[in-house]
């Protein structure tokens, strides 16, 4: 139906930066809203950020930190990551809502998760 893949993750030094990529195929018609979700070892999943036409959201312990955008052309969402946190070490997933062609279902894509890893 719907595949995303994501790249951009690695091991990096606290303060560091990462730029996350993810990119969607298959069956697209339109992709309502992006975003990212990351699962630390030992937690839940949880949201990181998300973007929706214009309008973006990010959980509080991201703000100020991370940036979300999209390339609604290309398909493709980013998650810019600066200074970086020992506690932001997770596997981050794309996720996106899809309208899919050309049966105008609504999907709910998820990517395999790329690692990031973040050292003190």
């Known amino acids: 139906q719907v595949q995303l893949v994501e790249s951009g993750g690695g091991l990096v030094q606290a303060g560091g930066s990462l730029r996350l990529s993810c990119t969607a195929s298959?069956?697209?018609?339109?992709?309502?809203?992006m975003g990212w979700y990351r699962q630390a070892p030992g937690k839940q999943r949880e949201l990181v950020a998300t973007?929706?036409?214009?309008?973006?959201n990010y959980a509080d312990s991201v703000k100020g930190r991370f940036t979300i955008s999209r390339d609604n052309a290309k398909n493709m969402v980013y998650l810019q990551m600066n200074s970086l946190k020992p506690e932001d070490t997770a596997v981050y997933y794309c996720?996106?809502?899809?309208?899919?062609?050309?049966?105008?279902?609504?999907?709910?894509?998820w990517g395999r998760g790329t690692q990031v890893s973040v050292s003190s």
């Open positions: 996720n996106a809502g899809v309208l899919t062609a050309p049966d105008l279902r609504l999907y709910d894509a």
């Open positions: 298959g069956r697209i018609f339109v992709i309502n809203a």
């Open positions: 973007i929706t036409g214009g309008i973006t």
